[in-house]
């Protein structure tokens, strides 16, 4: 199989697998929405890790798949959360779980997508092929990642009202928002595999490099993105009052004068967009948007570094592409 033909039959088992998931009819306020959800797209790029992880430490992939359900399935338990948490209206284009049916269902339906991802991991279990400490890796792993996903969320929520959020703890709360279970899949897919302990290791630490590196660059692209490829007006999180790395760092380096123009703004309930044109170029003039930009490259490569310490074979070369995909995505 050609390297660049790889990704595409693995999305589509991963899709298979999603379309076979036996949503019950009754009740149906509690079955529709997970089938809602499950059905509503995404980039499937955890159980695209899982799969990708497996067999890059030369496992079978097929192997893995149960766990790159489970690990798709925890994702989308989040999102049905998040979108109560964040009274977000849409997700993906489309009415948000919440919005369609109410806060209620969701929280329930959400309830039973979690328990529903732990029981993708049970043929493990009863798998002579896995052993018992590799089926307790498996599900503590798991419960580890969300674990530090609900820790994530709770820093992020504690973010909003403090006014002397500092980049390390920035970064523990991305670490734990958005890179615990990019880790969690790959580790997971190596335990499939039947990796080594530096194998696993390395997996879990390119997680979380991918996933801090992610975020930073969301963070620098919502200020130097091209709008219209970015989705949204530049600054974006300025204007919504958002605390980012980049906010962070300028208040770190800011004078007193520069540090009550920041502040002012990302505490205004509607900023014009001159004050987020200041609040922008006093970031410029600090060098944020520089700095920021080399801390990401720093990330990327640490990401390279960490999958160099595997053999080569076609499941690295697509690892490799998608990184490079990531570093050099302008949206």
Known sequence: MKDQDLRTPLLHQIEEKIQEINFSDQPASLYEPYAYTMEGGGKRIRPL??????????????????AAIAVEVLHNFTLVHDDIMDSADTRRGRPSVFKKWDENIAILSGDLMFADAMRYLHPYGSDDSFSKEEYFELNSTFLNAIVTVC????????????EDVSLDEYIRMISGKTAALLAASLKMGGITAHATIPQKDA?????????????????????????????????????????????????????????KKITSTLEASNPTNEDVEEVL????????????????????????????QFEDNEFKKELENLLIFLQNRDH
């Open 203 to 259: 997996l879990f630490q390119l997680g979380m490099e991918m996933g801090v590196a992610f975020q930073i660059q969301d963070d620098l692209l919502d200020a130097t993105a091209d709008p219209e490829k970015f989705g949204k007006r530049p600054g974006g999180d300025i204007f919504e009052g958002k605390k980012t790395y980049l906010t962070i760092l300028a208040l770190e380096r800011a004078n007193a004068d520069q540090a």
């Open 151 to 162: 820790e994530g969320q709770a820093f992020d929520m504690e973010f909003v009202d403090r």
């Open 49 to 66: 890790l899982t799969m990708l992880a497996a067999g890059l430490c030369g496992g079978k992939v097929e192997a893995s798949i149960p």
């Open 281 to 308: 170029s006093i970031m410029k003039d600090l060098n944020v948007l520089s700095d920021v930009s080399d801390i990401l490259q720093t990330h990327y490569s640490h990401t390279h570094q960490l999958l160099n």
